[in-house]
């Protein structure tokens, strides 16, 4: 799905929709509209980054499905702008049309950041021995009385089994329902994999409702080898999943244990309640309560900006997590050129916190965003995360007031960041006043170690709110 290049400034490539070039999309239909797959975008990125081996790309939203008339060739847009790393989807279903929809937005990762997974010892059906499951015919009829209605060329599930207590579903996939030439990974099976996922949870009694699911939103698909033979998928459930979503990461590998692809942190919402999730008036921001328990990573290099007992602690802490940390603080007359140093090279920083302190703003006209912005804007095309962290910034409950305007002010600056700089994947982070001790220190780095779907969390004794 590489498309023709487009004269432009940035890479830009399009494809061109047609029956005759795609003609297993017809056989992707939902509510009788014949959609395009949104794993047919993940495909196009592998097709545009032909070069990444292997090829990893972060952070990806699917705005709105793409309807595909029958009357006309829908063109499908693919822009890169190399600086930010940024790609971008658009179609058009008229040549003269002017006005292109966006569809799907993604980030190219950095490969050095990619890991590739060893062979896994045991092989995929002796997994599945003596657990419950659904044959090809079964999953079929659910989702067509779902209103999914899938062609023989999507129809690529042979078999679902589930393990309820462990939140695992396993499904193998057929490889001759399409034509592999020309895709590194069809989005036939890609899709498939969603099928699975879905069909597994409204199994297993995650979901009681099948109804129309639509994935809007990937933290990471990294794909490492084109399938030969079987291709099975292991589905790993999430807990805190609300009614109506399924949130999951998932694993494609062949018979001999070697790893086609994975997908962290899927999100598919229900259609019901992704049509209910449209801009309101008046709205409530609503914190939940999280566990603490997961395994630290801090291994890599940090940079800590601040001076408080806050940031030397988070700073410790980091270093007892085996990371090496790099201390600067907004006193320090070139704070803004040390972070850039560090996070100059590709794949070496893991991320800048940036702990406010109201006793660094020292002027009258100098707003709370301040230091904020210049470290945002010094770290434009850098390496790593970016967290902000505040004290007493948030309010989780009726019992935990505010205390610090500014923090808040530098929330409401960090909320916007990922809009204009999606690359840094802005997190922000409120503690409770009076400070934390070392454990919960230690629950804070665990949490963001590994990179969680949340953009937001406020810290507080035992708890994360989020």
Request: with cysteine; proline share 6%; glycine share 8%.
């Amino acid at each position: 799905m590489a498309g023709r290049a487009v004269a432009a400034v940035t890479p830009v490539h399009d494809v061109e929709l047609s029956a005759s070039a795609f003609p297993y999309l017809e056989d992707h239909e939902v509510a009788d509209a014949v959609v395009f797959p949104g794993c047919g975008c993940l495909d196009a990125a592998l097709a545009a980054f032909a070069e990444d081996d292997p090829c990893v790309v972060e952070d990806v939203v699917f705005h709105r499905p793409l309807v595909l008339p029958s009357s006309s060739v829908t063109t499908l847009r693919v822009g890169y702008d190399p600086d930010r790393r940024h790609v971008t989807m658009h179609s058009r279903a008229n040549p003269d049309d002017a006005t292109w929809t966006l569809h799907t937005e993604l980030r190219r990762a950095h490969v050095a950041n990619a890991r590739i997974p060893l062979r896994r010892p045991a092989a995929p059906d002796a997994l599945v021995d003596g657990l419950p499951n659904l044959i090809h015919e079964e999953i079929y009829s659910r989702l067509t009385a779902a209103g999914l209605h899938y062609g023989p060329s999507f129809q690529v599930v042979d078999r679902v089994w589930g393990r309820t207590d462990t939140r695992e579903i396993f499904a193998e996939l057929r490889l001759d329902t399409v034509e592999r030439e020309g895709h590194r990974l069809h989005p036939a099976r890609l899709d498939g994999a969603l099928q699975a996922v879905i069909v597994g949870a409204h199994m297993f009694g995650e979901e009681t409702d099948l109804g129309t699911y639509v994935p809007p939103h990937v933290e990471s698909f990294q794909f490492f080898r084109s399938p030969a033979g079987r291709l099975w998928v292991h589905g790993r459930g999430k807990e805190f999943t609300k009614p109506g979503m399924v949130e999951c990461d998932l694993t494609l590998v062949t018979d001999n244990g070697k790893v086609v692809a994975e997908i962290r942190g899927l999100r598919a919402t229900r259609l019901s309640e992704a049509a209910e999730q449209v801009p309101k008036l008046v709205y409530r921001h609503s914190w939940e309560a999280q566990p603490l328990e997961q395994e630290a990573d801090g291994q890599g290099r940090w940079v800590v900006v601040g001076s408080s007992a806050t940031a030397t602690g988070l700073a410790d802490a980091l270093s007892a997590l085996g990371g090496e940390v790099v201390r600067t603080a907004v006193a320090d007359r070139n704070w803004i050129e040390t972070v850039v140093s560090v996070t100059a090279d590709d794949g070496v920083c893991r991320g800048v916190i940036y702990v406010d302190e109201i006793s660094a703003i020292t002027s009258p006209l100098c707003s709370p965003a301040a230091n904020p912005l210049q470290l945002v804007q010094g770290l434009a095309g850098a390496s790593g995360r970016l967290f902000l962290v505040t004290t007493g910034a948030q309010s989780v409950s009726a019992n935990d007031p505010t205390t610090s305007p500014s923090g808040a002010a530098v929330w409401g600056f960090g909320r916007i960041v990922p809009a204009e700089l999606p690359e840094l994947r802005c997190r922000l982070i409120d503690l409770a006043p009076g400070g934390l001790d070392d454990k919960l220190l230690d629950a804070l780095l665990k949490l963001y170690s590994r990179g969680m779907t949340i953009r937001d969390i406020a810290q507080r004794r035992y708890l994360s709110w989020s």
